[in-house]
């Protein structure tokens, strides 16, 4: 297949990138590379990608129609197209919804008009776990989402929405996977399990924001991957929880890392924030059934894997921004 792939340079992206050339298709990456977090953990993963064959990259913002536009030209014929492109983080959107809108929302309908236009018959739209709130666990994928507690879990709903739309109006199929809190070897900085890494291992005080009874899904990168691949088959339009079913604290998961390092983390209590949900957990019948998918990586063997990425690349990894 040939596959426009939106986000190329972001966590999920680069390792969707690279399983799909490993299982050789050809992949046209985008990416803006925004200050959404430290750039510099962008340009490392996309020099992983750069040079391999049947790869390449564009940096183009999917927001800007024009743009946008003529990338899709340049690059047809396409048999699909996976949008990873996405501001994320919870927090971070409260301080400037209006971003999450341009690159979740206009973003999204510019590729769904695209492929309307050009006749591409797949699109697989990344979501989010978010969308659930705090509705009643195990998350399925039929239960209520019209309680989003931040913009950024409004901006993927809306983006959800449109893509039913589109599958409505025009017959386009459409797989919107959910993610549940993934984590793994060059993970977003400003995600938990990089940040209590990092912390722990140079003796920072650790920012635990609530008492670390909430409880996370926590879904290894590889096996997001693969589900998103996995979604590019025929599905008609479908939401699709990939999580890991395994819903774990986060002073377990510290405590792990914790030994991993053989260092104890130096904690700094905060008050739970109002965007945090209690606990998320994934029901993935859903999966299993219609993707033949489930999660591959324990806890304990993707946090190691984490540990040891940021213990080989920490000369620079230690100086990352963590906003």
């Known amino acids: 297949m ?3 792939l939106t986000g190329c340079a972001g966590f999920i992206g680069s390792k969707t ?11 046209v990456g985008v990416d803006s590379l925004n200050t959404a977090y430290d750039v510099r953990l962008k340009e490392w993963r996309l020099s992983q ?4 064959p ?38 971070q959107s409260i301080e400037d919804p209006w971003v999450y809108y341009q690159t979740n929302l206009t973003g999204t309908l510019n590729l769904l008009e695209l492929c309307r236009q050009y006749e591409v018959g797949k699109f697989v739209l990344a979501s989010t776990s978010s969308a659930y709130g705090d509705g009643e666990r195990p998350f399925r994928e039929d239960g209520p989402t019209n309680n989003p507690k931040s913009p950024y879990a409004a901006s993927k709903k809306a983006a959800e929405v449109l893509c039913y739309t589109y599958h409505l ?16 070897p060059a993970g977003r900085p400003d995600m938990s399990v990089f940040r209590f890494i990092r912390w722990i291992a140079e003796g920072d005080p650790l920012q635990l924001f609530g ?27 479908e939401i699709i929880n990939l999580g890991s079913d395994r819903p774990v604290p986060l002073r377990t998961m510290i405590s792990m890392v914790e030994a991993l390092l053989d260092k104890p983390a130096r904690f700094e209590q905060h008050p739970m924030h109002p965007t945090d949900v209690t606990a ?29 990425w940021y213990l080989e690349h920490r000369d620079w990894a230690k100086q990352l921004n963590l906003d």
């Open 54 to 91: 049947s790869f390449s990259f564009h940096h183009v913002d999917i927001s800007d129609q024009a743009s946008a536009a003529e990338l899709f030209r340049t690059s047809l014929p396409i048999d699909a197209v996976i949008n990873l492109a996405a501001r994320a983080g919870v927090r």
């Open 169 to 184: 109006l025009y017959g386009l199929d459409v797989s919107i996977p959910r993610y549940f809190t993934v984590y793994g």
């Open 17 to 27: 990138t690279q399983l799909l050339l490993a299982e050789g298709h050809e992949v």
């Open 49 to 52: 990608l750069t040079g391999q």
């Open 280 to 308: 998320t957990w994934a029901d993935i019948s859903k999966a299993k059934r219609l993707l033949r998918w489930e999660p591959q990586v324990s806890l304990e063997d993707g946090i190691h894997q984490s540990v040891d």
């Open 211 to 237: 008492d670390g009874a909430q409880e996370r899904d926590f879904t290894f990168v590889d096996d997001i991957a693969r589900g998103t691949i996995a979604a590019l088959q025929p599905v008609g339009y």
């Open 2 to 4: 040939k596959v426009l």
